[in-house]
């Protein structure tokens, strides 16, 4: 009897961006969500060299295509975005660093108290170690004499940055093409 062997599954790659209709990016999902979405014509390749769409049977390859775009969606605001179960994804968007020390930050601090005012909203939040949320208290950073080494940043920084990068790597080898072209 032959000894079992584990079965691979086969992965798709890495994540596609999703766009809404204004080209504004709402999330990364799995290449094979991607697919699906396609292949059921909820939504369109989106080529980033010319700014086009494709259908799916357009695809010559899977693999191919970074990005899609959902032409009936619309982005919601950042300020309704759910940021995870509990402060977890505040944690993790500010890299479970603290913003006052940049040591590890394991709880989530108000930057605003919530007793002068403040809300639990993403962009009145932040990731704070505990001696440093403990010494904050109830005041502003301005009165505890502590600011924030780093801006709050948007729930989705992370997905424009990729996006940003990926439309900017796209012109530029399609600018090194042309160059190419030109010089005889």
């Avoid at 766009?19 to 709402?26: A, G, T």
């Avoid at 002068?116 to 109830?138: D, E, R």
């Amino acid at each position: 009897m032959e000894p079992s062997t584990k079965v691979k599954k086969k992965t798709l790659g890495d994540l596609i961006i999703a766009v809404d209709r204004n080209f504004f990016p709402m999330m990364e999902v799995s290449r094979r969500h991607a697919l699906k979405a396609l292949v059921t014509e909820r939504a369109e390749v989106l080529c980033l060299k010319t700014w086009n769409r494709k259908a799916w049977y357009e695809i010559e390859d899977v693999h191919e295509f970074s990005c899609i775009l959902y032409p009936g969606v619309q982005a919601v605001k950042d300020t309704k975005l759910k940021m995870g179960k509990g402060f977890r994804g505040i944690l993790e968007r500010d890299e479970h660093t603290c913003q006052y020390c940049n040591k590890r930050g394991n709880t989530v601090d108000h930057v605003v108290p919530r007793a002068q005012g403040g809300t639990s909203s993403p962009t009145n939040l932040v990731a704070a170690c505990l001696a440093c949320n403990q010494k904050k208290g109830n005041r502003t950073p301005e009165q505890a004499s502590m600011p924030l080494l780093r801006p709050i940043r948007a729930a989705r920084w992370r997905l424009f940055e990729k996006f940003t990068h990926l439309t900017v790597t796209y012109h530029e080898k399609r600018e090194a093409e042309y160059a190419k072209i030109q010089t005889p």
